[in-house]
T-cell receptor, first 116, second 108 residues
């Protein structure tokens, strides 16, 4: 089945130790998104790629970086995780941009990050 | 500032009952509004997508309405089931801005 896959589902890292979360998709969608969701809060968009075009949200900390080496894969790198970065990280895709149309957005199951 | 506000924050209903969740937004302009269902520990799943010209959209027991003049949307759930227990999130897509969600609990 076509889907959005996130690995690992649970990640534990130490304060300040770089960590990479991965997302892959079999939908061949142009757009891939990374969201941060803290407990009982709405998902917050960190950045998204339209194909290879990277779009960073203005309030996304520099500590968060992303790579999209090809259509299928997208990575979230946290260079120096702090305790406040513990959250669920959601990857999503859409065939085209969400604005101006009815493109559906598909989410992965998320990676729960714990920072010790 | 563009905002998406949902009410109530949480809601408890008995199985079989109907309920309505509200979403008010100040995002302008916008081209579409989405409702998602998010089970605990899972990613959100799309329920409905409405463009600004649509007034209502149904997906099974879920019916979303949109009033672009008053900038209000609602999600009506009919004949609730235990599996409807989840967070329901309203998203105004042009701004990619998520509401905080309504936590629905359906009890037997």
């Amino acid at each position: 089945d076509a889907m959005v896959i996130q690995n690992p589902r649970y990640q534990v890292t130490q304060f300040g130790k770089p960590v990479t979360l991965s997302c892959s998709q079999t939908l061949n969608h142009n757009v891939m998104y990374w969201y941060q969701q803290k407990s009982s809060q709405a998902p917050k968009l960190l950045f998204h790629y339209y194909d290879k075009d990277f779009n960073n949200e203005a309030d996304t900390p520099d500590n968060f970086q992303s790579r999209r080496p090809n259509t299928s894969f997208c990575f979230l790198d946290i260079r120096s995780p702090g305790l406040g970065d513990a959250a669920m990280y959601l990857c999503a895709t859409s065939r085209d941009r969400l604005a101006g149309g009815d493109n559906e957005q598909f989410f992965g199951p998320g990676t729960r990050l714990t920072v010790l | 500032k563009n905002q998406v506000e949902q009410s109530p924050q949480s809601l408890i209903i008995l199985e079989g009952k109907n309920c309505t969740l509200q979403c008010n937004y100040t995002v302008s302009p916008f081209s579409n509004l989405r409702w998602y269902k998010q089970d605990t520990g899972r990613g959100p799943v799309s329920l409905t997508i409405m463009t600004f010209s649509e007034n209502t959209k149904s997906n099974g027991r879920y019916t979303a309405t949109l009033d672009a003049d008053t900038k209000q949307s609602s999600l009506h759930i009919t004949a609730s089931q235990l599996s409807d227990s989840a967070s329901y999130i309203c998203v105004v897509s042009d701004d990619m801005r998520f509401g905080a969600g309504t936590r629905l609990t359906v009890k037997p």
